[in-house]
């Protein structure tokens, strides 16, 4: 018998697939068949500030799948987290319904009764301590509209603007740098920067496991052009240093003399670009006076490379070998996170940053720009620009300012002088407050505080107490906030319902509903505009029918402002994966590049020169003279090692949400410490041993990884896990400007336990 | 002999089908109730760590590949060999259910051009798409 090599195959293959029926392919093939989608729904991921879009499989009312949205910058791409993410909504930990707790115990209860219990605690507070006596936590992990609403509801409506959220945690640093140097918040650019630098300096950031999209389209860039420069600076040599030409490695916090050093070796090599910084830049002391160049040039000689060598640990050469690359490059962009905003110095070290690009005219070019991620995939629409914090008001106005107060007030239809002319409480003044029970009522809406403030124990104990009262509106019943809570809301998740994220880059994409609320669960729409009616607030203040109302005011309101966005319309949304502010014109496409004529829509055509800084009155930017001041608490000799804290990959935030997917649970379970080989070798840690972490606020025992990632006197802590929550270790010093604590350095004293 | 074609006998054609149905027997067994895997521990979890001794050449080839420098780890695409994860397990994953999650733009487009005759894995090998970099020099199996 003669048979071909192809019918030799087609026999193999046919006793195959006569086998596979029932085997484990014909499982996982019927598996994905039946699990196939009826429909996608477009969103926006969960997870981090990257903001990825998402197409949500929808069978049977449920969601069963997701995939990346082509259309959305992403293009497609997800990183593990978002590929997984449809567990989390079905977890059997969702809270479907409201609870009330009762002799110390949440009991279930009906909404009218729990939210009878919310208005009588909020009116006995308004009652006995006036507006101060209340105050509202929110999220840069809620939706724009919710954002708004519920800073409008206290401040035009209650008369406190004891309103903050957790973004004071995260990026509160980057508002304040941005500000201080332009004049406006927000990045001056875009992702698409990415594509076209020719250098990239990413600085306090692992990108690589906190933005993992982002950091696959720098990867990227690197492949296709293997002579664009990649600089990572951070004490840990994370995955992200793997795509690095140079990692530099230094003494914790000394990055602001790095930087400084930087500008020296710049000026001295006559890499600045003069025409640039001469037209478009004011030099200005740490005291607000303006002075020239040569006095910028007078400070900066207490940063020469050697000089800076003895301080921070990096070699004079690889300074200046950096800063070269930085300035020579035909267009460098930086990014940074929270290595840089989680800091006592973090506004100083934003501006030392956007210096180093005022000084090269590495700005408002296709692939220059100085970028500052973001955490949470709403922090910057949804609250920063929203002026969802105690001193802000829509679009980036101030409290403090008397006009800007007006503005907002005539926008809101409501009496001049409404507004508190008092900025707030900022979150660590506010959480102190609910601690001494002088803030009585609290309403806290998504997010997790009594495992992501820093030295947590104060709180928590604080959170305890019978004499103040909070509400929470949490999805998740394991969450260690609701161990304190008095009245726990269910809220609709994430798929459950519509509205708006605005992601690190200024793009605002829409998540449209794609299921129903599970259980009783309501949005935060509905449950905060159930809030405002009980507690009096004029219906004239909150006069929604549904989120898309919010949306349309908020568009409004930002038109008279540099955030004009009112072009961005909910059938805009609808059709297209988000859109780039600002926005004026509903057939203009969204800007990527801020400040510059031609690109900015804010800046008329016939502007006679090309950049305009306009958050300036002169146009001028600012190069700020931020020294090099120590953290606030520096390793001593009863505590000689410094620790950090972070993510990883696998982790979001509180792990509310990833520890409902198997796989991230299992690929990261339990927190751990991450130690220098020598540091082990010095204490006799081996890799799995019980190491004691020792700081002066608490202590606490994690299974040691040994590695060669943290240098030498660095230890380094991932904060998702809440039973072994390293923020009972941190410190809760804060920057003087952005009221951001200094998560990322404090003194600890490590042993073999 | 014609390279094109082979004499083989019935005999021999009967035992390869026997063959085969043996080989998938034994795969689908070991499959459905679970690969033999070790139970990961807390400090050890996640694939690689122990990949990188017991099947060194895979895991390699992953950590120098995109997803590795990417972190996307084994189980986004294999599931969780327990079997309880939120994807099914599997040795090679289902393109539909799972390269569609990042890759449906790039998959739609090869249909198009070239139709549905060939699977992803025929041209694309996932755990060898090189970065063209050194940086996986620096990994922690290079120092092992």
Known sequence: MKLSRRQILKAAAASSAMMAIGGPFGIMNEAVAANEPDEWVKSVCRFCGTGCGVMVGIKDGKCVTVKGDPNNHNAGFLCLKGALMPPIVYSKDRVTRPYIRQNGKLVPASWEDAMNLVEKKFKEALAEGGPNAIGYYGSGQALTEETYLASKIFKAGLGSNNVEGNPRLCMASAVGGYVTTFGKDEPCGSYSDIDAATCMMIIGSNMSECHPVLFKRVAARKQADPNVKIIVIDPRKTNTARIADEHVSFKPGTDLAILNSMAWVIINEEFDNQRFHSKYVTFMTNEKEKVDFAAYMKFLEDYTPDKVEKMSGVPAAQIKKIAMMFAEASATTSFWCMGLNQRIRGVWANNLVSNLHLLTGHIGKTGATPFSLTGQPNACGGVRDTGGL???????????????????????????????PKPG???????????????????????????????????????????????????????????????????????????????????????????????????DFEILMDFAQRMGVDPKIVPYKDVDDVWNEWRQVSAPTPYNFSGITRERMEKESGILWPCPTEDHPGTKIRYVRGEDPNIPDDYPKKYNFYGKPDGRAVIWFRPYKGAAEEPNEEFPIVLTTGRVIDHWHTGTMTMKVPELRRSFPVAYVEVNIDDAKAKGIQNGDDVLLETKRDKMVFK?????????????????????????????????GSKQPEFKICAVRISKA | MNRKNLKISRAQLVGFALFSVLILSVVS???????????????????????????????????????????????????????????????????VAVCAKCHDPAMQRMNEKFGNEKGCYECHPFHQNSLHHDAYKKSASKKQ
Not at chain 1, 392 to 408: D, Q
């Open chain 1, 390 to 420: 105690c001193h802000l008001l829509p679009a980036g106005r101030l409290i403090k300012k008397e006009a800007h107060r007006n503005a907002v007030e005539k926008q809101w239809g409501i009496p001049l002088g409404t507004i508190n």
């Open chain 2, 29 to 95: 067994l070991s499959q459905a109730k679970g690969i033999k895997h070790l139970k990961a521990t807390d400090s050890a979890a996640d694939c690689y760590e122990c990949h990188k001794y017991v099947t060194p050449r895979v895991a390699q080839n992953w950590l120098e590949s995109k997803h590795g420098v990417q972190l996307m780890k084994c189980f986004v695409c294999h599931g969780q060999p327990d079997g309880k994860g939120s994807i099914p397990f599997s040795v090679k994953p289902d393109p």
């Open chain 1, 704 to 736: 040691a990884r040994v590695s060669d990632v943290c240098r030498p006197g660095l230890v380094f802590v991932p904060w998702y896990d809440a039973n072994l929550m390293i923020n009972k270790l941190t410190l809760n010093a804060i920057d003087k």
């Open chain 1, 425 to 523: 409480l900022h979150t660590i003044a506010l959480w102190n407050a609910f601690s001494e029970a002088k803030v009585k009522a609290m309403f806290v809406l998504c997010t997790n505080p009594a495992h992501s403030l820093p030295n947590v124990n104060i709180y928590t104990e604080g959170m305890k107490r019978t004499d103040n009262f909070m509400v929470l509106s949490e999805p998740f019943m394991d969450a260690e906030t609701v161990k304190y809570c008095d009245v726990l809301l269910p809220p609709a998740f994430w798929c459950e319902k519509r509205g708006t994220y605005g992601c690190s880059e200024r793009r605002y994409s829409l998540l449209m509903k794609a299921t129903e609320p599970l259980g009783e669960c309501k949005s």
